[in-house]
């Protein structure tokens, strides 16, 4: 796998948890919108770090 394709990978799963946290934070428990926002805000991390690395690579 590509960093790139793996990079896409990733926003593909920080977009579905967006939504999910968009569609149930209204209808979920607040443990569970919690445990989205940190996921979301790790993935978040994730994508800066590999961007930052591809940019050090040009």
């Given amino acids: 796998m590509t960093l790139m394709q793996g990079s896409a990978d990733l926003v593909t799963i920080q977009r579905i948890i967006?939504?999910?946290?968009?569609?149930?934070?209204?209808?979920c428990e607040p443990q569970t919108w919690f445990h989205?926002?940190?996921a979301e805000i790790a993935?978040?991390?994730h994508l800066q770090a590999i961007r930052s690395?591809?940019?050090q690579q040009r």
């Fill in 36 to 38: 989205l926002k940190q």
């Fill in 53 to 55: 690395s591809q940019d």
């Fill in 18 to 27: 967006h939504g999910l946290d968009r569609m149930e934070r209204d209808e």
């Fill in 43 to 45: 993935l978040a991390a």
